[in-house]
């Protein structure tokens, strides 16, 4: 696994998130991230936005809750905040 300093930095659409559960691309994508090979970067709003999608997927209370750790990862996870919205 790369240093965390060395991975591609991504942001992954959460259609990407839900597609990944069906195979395919996606699922390379999101099994690269898990695996320590991308580093996702998510604001709160993003991640909120992924875990209210997956609950709408009928996924065991197990499964969410893996989902919910693995958005949480430190190591794999880089959290921003969003700056300033101005309304024009």
Same mark, same amino acid.
């Given at each position: 696994?790369p ?8 942001? $992954?659409?959460?259609?990407?998130? $839900? ?21 996702? $970067?998510? =604001?709160?709003? $993003? ?11 009928g ?8 989902? =919910? ?5 430190? =190591?794999?996870?880089? =959290? ?9």
């Amino acid at each position: 696994m790369p240093a965390k300093k060395h991975r591609l930095r991504v942001v $992954i659409n959460t259609s990407v998130v $839900i597609s990944h559960l069906y195979g395919g691309a996606s699922k390379k994508v999101v099994d690269l991230w898990k695996h320590g090979h991308l580093q996702l $970067i998510v =604001s709160a709003e $993003i991640v909120e936005e992924y875990l209210r999608v997956l609950s709408e997927q009928g996924l065991s209370e197990h499964a969410f809750e893996g989902f =919910s750790n693995w958005f949480a990862h430190k =190591s794999k996870v880089t =959290s921003v905040r969003l700056g300033t919205h101005f309304k024009v």
